[in-house]
């Protein structure tokens, strides 16, 4: 069984930071990728980034130069650096992992169950 733990999310004000966290445990062979997706109601959910295991990272358009993810591979964490933030950054963001269960020979996506993050003066 694999769990998702994310937190960091909360209220800050236009211009500010945040750091997001997303730990990964259970019965796991190998973790590919890891990122963060986010999505705003009557939207679909949209791509922020995704790092693999190797370091390559991966930026939806609209938070280029403002947000980084880091991993912590020893650790199956994720952490997502939210610069200059702006009220269009409001969302819940999900943490996604693509990972190979102990036992399975198979890549398979898993969801977190997301944390809010509310950018508003």
């Known amino acids: 069984q694999v769990h998702i733990v994310e937190s960091g999310g909360g209220l800050v004000q236009p211009g500010g930071s945040l750091r997001l966290s997303c730990v990964v445990s259970?019965?796991?062979?190998?973790?590919?990728?890891m990122g963060w997706y986010r999505q705003v109601p009557g939207n679909p959910r949209e791509l922020v980034t995704t790092?693999?295991?190797?370091?390559?990272?991966r930026y939806g358009d609209s938070v280029k130069g403002r947000f980084t993810i880091s991993r912590d591979n020893a650790n199956n964490t994720v952490f997502l650096q939210m610069n200059s933030l702006k009220p269009e950054d409001t969302a819940l963001y999900y943490c996604?992992?693509?990972?190979?269960?102990?036992?399975?020979?198979?890549?398979?996506?898993?969801w977190g169950q997301g944390t809010q993050v509310t950018v508003s003066s």
């Open positions: 996604n992992t693509i990972l190979e269960a102990t036992g399975t020979n198979v890549a398979v996506g898993y």
């Open positions: 259970g019965s796991i062979n190998s973790i590919y990728v």
């Open positions: 790092i693999t295991s190797s370091g390559v990272t």
